[in-house]
């Protein structure tokens, strides 16, 4: 006959701490494993924008960034980001270029959409609509959250790349084409995956959406 | 060599990637702003270590000292500032990087423009006697690469006499001076003789420095009327 043996109180207080040690790991891990926990999500339409024709909600994976648009700054630029919204090219649409806390760059709608990524070019592809002209004579402050277009090393070479800083940068006025600035979310763009040795992501995360607010 | 070639891809694979939005603009390494808050909008920048760049890393210059740097910076800034935005927008000059001991292939030289990076590399030790209008005469050489049309050298070439030829390069002569002629013969100092272009820029810069000389003989006058027409035509508000 086996007798039964009562757990002194220490043995009670291993075994109770083992419990939490263990409940404690296994929350940790699920919560670690959820880069996007503390990340607020913004719902535009609980939002009043001032001018809701120039604002643009692009949906990733942790949730929206929404982008007021300044076409009094760059008609031409704006022109060409609405029309290819409002076309829903960017769906899909890869960040290849992600730099951490400097900025994240998407766009490439030829070599960067989902399914169909060319490492070999991305970054190089075109919208098919052509070139427009660098619009930079206006004074602009590039502040974190600002968005721009990205072009190649010659002026008037912008097309649907477009990039948003994360940080501050002040020698980009006079160079890059400002389209907008982020106004809610700019945490979500934080999360956007990188790579420490490289600019160029393999396997980038990818925009779901980018619509119109309007 | 396969061990080498292994420690070179350790090495790239330990190095996180750096966000240097200077290299990113100019590619010129190692450099910090200065000073960008400028009324003409010209960015400066300095060394804040040694660099090296160009075809086979043939173009050094070394970081200055805080004060060299400050005491040069007003007399660039001051010479600089004559150059409206508009002006040096058109001929595509808006970075001015300071640093010492510049040098091109081990030559020595006072700047080094490059109007496709929008660069001015400046030497701030560079002879303090030469040193605001040599400022002038590297910016001319910036408008020079951008308006090579305007400021033909054939036509340039013909105001000497025949029997004046220039060396092929500024460097493949020993015609280097720069103190300015009392009595110019048709060249501003000795370095005019070196090349047509260095001709042309020698004359700028005593025109936008202010110490032509006295007497200007005909072959210089109709130099200078060529280099005050070449600029009025890129901007007829600009004051030579």
Same mark, same amino acid.
């Given at each position: ?214 | ?29 190692? !450099?910090? #702003?200065?000073? &960008? *808050? =400028? ?13 090296? @760049? ?47 001991? !510049?040098? #091109?292939?081990? &030559? *020595? =030289?006072?700047?080094?423009p ?9 030497? @701030? ?12 005469h590297e910016?001319f050489h910036i408008i020079y690469d951008?308006y090579k049309?305007?400021f033909d050298e054939k036509?340039w070439s ?8 220039y060396a092929k390069c500024s ?8 103190? =300015? ?10 370095y005019s003789?070196s090349t047509a272009s260095e001709d042309m820029a020698e004359v700028f ?22 280099i005050?027409?070449g ?10």
């Open positions: 006959m086996i007798e039964k043996i009562k757990a002194s109180t220490s043995e009670k207080i291993i075994f109770l701490f083992v419990l939490i040690l263990g409940l404690f790991s296994i929350t940790s891990f699920l919560l670690l494993k959820d880069k996007c926990l503390f990340v607020k999500d913004y719902d535009p339409k609980k939002i009043d924008f001032k001018d809701p024709n120039n604002i643009a909600v692009l949906n990733v994976g942790c949730g929206n960034v929404i982008i007021e648009l300044y076409p009094e700054i760059s008609p031409i630029g704006v022109e060409r980001f609405k029309t290819l919204v409002r076309s829903k090219s960017y769906d899909g649409v890869a960040f290849h270029r992600v730099i951490k806390n400097k900025l994240v760059q998407a766009g490439d709608l030829e070599f960067g959409k989902k399914g169909n990524i060319d490492y070999g070019k991305i970054g190089t592809g075109k919208s098919g609509l052509g070139t427009i002209k660098s619009e930079i004579d206006k004074e602009f402050n590039y502040l974190k959250g600002s968005v721009g277009l990205a072009r190649t090393q010659k002026y008037d070479t912008e097309d649907s790349q477009f990039f948003i800083i994360l940080q501050d940068e002040p020698l980009y006025e006079g160079e890059f084409t400002p389209i907008g600035k982020v106004i809610y979310g700019i945490k979500v763009l934080e999360k956007i995956k990188y790579l420490d040795k490289s600019e160029y992501v393999l396997r980038p995360d990818f925009i779901n959406s980018l619509r119109m607010f309007n | 060599m396969k061990l080498f070639k292994f420690i070179l891809l350790c090495l790239f694979l330990i190095s996180p990637v750096q966000a240097d939005t200077i290299y990113e603009l100019i590619k010129i390494p190692h !450099l910090e #702003i200065y000073n &960008i *808050k =400028t009324e003409n909008k010209l960015r400066y920048l300095n060394a804040k270590q040694a660099f090296t @760049i160009g075809v086979d890393n043939n173009i050094n210059c070394f970081k200055s000292s805080k004060q060299d740097l400050d005491k040069k910076y007003k007399i660039i800034e001051k010479n600089l500032n004559r150059y409206s935005q508009n002006f040096l927008k058109k001929i595509n000059l808006k970075y001015i990087v300071m640093c010492e001991d !510049l040098s #091109i292939s081990g &030559i *020595k =030289t006072a700047g080094i490059d109007n496709i990076m929008k660069t001015l590399i400046v030497d @701030i030790k560079f002879n303090d006697k030469y040193f605001e209008r040599v400022l002038h910016v951008s049309n305007i036509i013909k105001f000497n006499p025949k029997e004046f030829k460097t493949c002569t020993e015609k280097i001076g720069l103190d =300015t002629y009392s009595k110019p013969d048709g060249f501003i100092t000795e003789r810069s005593h025109l936008m420095y202010g110490n032509l000389p006295s007497e200007v003989d005909p072959i210089l006058q109709k130099k200078i009327e060529f005050k027409k600029i009025s035509k890129i901007d007829e508000n600009f004051i030579l």
